[in-house]
């Protein structure tokens, strides 16, 4: 993703402590659940919002990061899905300043 490239080349608007791996997300299923997590399990498909460490094999993350997947979305799209949701939101609402609006049209006759 575009923005892992920005952290590796120290661009990006916050740089994580080295040596790390980059990657803003992934998806994968989980191994292990920490004391108190309730609404996850092992096995369960996820996809992880995790700032970098998208890119390694395994991590470890707050289960505020971690997000269940329906059985019909692949591992590659829900890995790419948030930060590519979240730029799309982004960029509408905050920079466009995409409003809703009411559409009043009158039928056409044909």
């Known amino acids: 993703a575009f923005p892992a490239v920005l952290v ?4 990006y608007h ?8 980059p990657g803003g997300a992934g ?8 004391e ?19 890119f390694a094999e395994e991590i470890a993350l707050h289960a505020g990061g971690v997000f269940k997947i329906p059985d019909s979305m692949d591992f590659e799209t829900a890995s790419a ?3 590519t ?3 799309s939101h982004y960029a509408l609402k905050q920079r466009a300043k ?13």
């Open 85 to 87: 949701y979240g730029t």
């Open 27 to 34: 998806a994968g299923e989980i191994r292990a659940i920490g």
């Open 36 to 54: 108190g997590v309730e609404d996850l399990a092992v096995g369960d498909r996820v996809l992880a919002n995790c700032g970098w460490q998208g």
């Open 81 to 83: 899905f948030l930060l």
């Open 98 to 110: 995409l409003r809703a609006a009411l559409v009043y049209f009158e039928k056409a006759k044909v």
């Open 8 to 11: 590796i080349e120290n661009t």
């Open 14 to 21: 916050f740089t994580p402590p080295l040596p790390f791996t």
